[in-house]
């Protein structure tokens, strides 16, 4: 549910579940709400969720990002 806090939107948590280095595409999901989403991102960006994901990997972590799906952006 999105929400507006003083001019900052308020967006829901969605896991990463794939990154596309080759097109810059994350793919992200949000299994209680059985959504999937692509977001393309700049080659800055694509690398950082790439080293950040690989890192998350390797302790069994899951990465999880703010998705404003109004805007269709990332928003933390």
């Known amino acids: 549910m999105l929400e507006m806090e003083n ?3 308020v967006g829901e948590l969605f896991m990463i579940e794939e990154i ?3 097109s810059n595409k994350l793919i992200l999901a ?3 709400f ?3 989403k692509e977001v393309s991102v700049s080659d800055e960006r694509i690398a ?3 080293n950040q994901f ?3 990997v390797e302790n069994n ?3 999880f990002v ?3 799906e109004r805007r269709g952006v990332i928003v933390g």
Do not use: T
Request: no cysteine; aromatic share 24%; charged share 35%.
């Open 30 to 32: 949000n299994y209680v």
């Open 20 to 22: 596309d280095a080759e």
């Open 61 to 63: 972590l899951f990465l």
């Open 48 to 50: 950082f969720y790439a």
């Open 66 to 68: 703010e998705y404003d």
């Open 34 to 36: 059985n959504k999937r």
């Open 54 to 56: 690989d890192q998350a």
């Open 7 to 9: 001019d900052y939107s």
